[in-house]
């Protein structure tokens, strides 16, 4: 499975971004997806998952309110829609998928995309 993100950018803070990730797999519904992000310096940490066929959500405390993961099976592509932008929420942003549940583990998850690069300016 290879996984193409974009949507990322510079935005000022309070600002909002769309990421996008498509996967070349004919069974994503099958698919747990997430977004991790990596600031510099720091380690890479989860940010939000969806469950296969649009299943359960889990969102990093800090995110949580802000950003909304959702997937199109259709377009075999998973979304985060990041609003009320932070500083502290610059990083590269990576999107991966495992089978089968959740998981808030990056060693859990088997197909990483490339990452796309988010920066918040304040």
């Known amino acids: 499975v290879q996984l193409q993100a974009s949507g990322g950018g510079l935005v000022q803070a309070g600002g909002s971004l769309r990421l996008s990730c498509v996967a070349s797999?004919?069974?994503?519904?099958?698919?747990?997806m997430a977004w991790f992000r990596q600031a510099p310096g720091k380690e890479r940490e989860f940010v939000a998952s969806i469950g296969w066929s649009g299943g359960s959500r889990d969102y990093k405390d800090s995110v949580e309110g802000r950003f909304t993961i959702s997937r199109d099976d259709a377009k075999n592509t998973v979304y985060l829609q990041m609003n009320s932008l932070k500083p502290e929420d610059t990083a590269v942003y990576y999107c991966?998928?495992?089978?089968?549940?959740?998981?808030?583990?990056?060693?859990?998850?088997?197909?990483w995309g490339q990452g796309t690069l988010v920066t918040v300016s304040s």
């Open positions: 991966a998928a495992k089978r089968y549940g959740g998981s808030r583990r990056a060693a859990d998850y088997i197909y």
């Open positions: 797999t004919r069974t994503f519904s099958l698919y747990t």
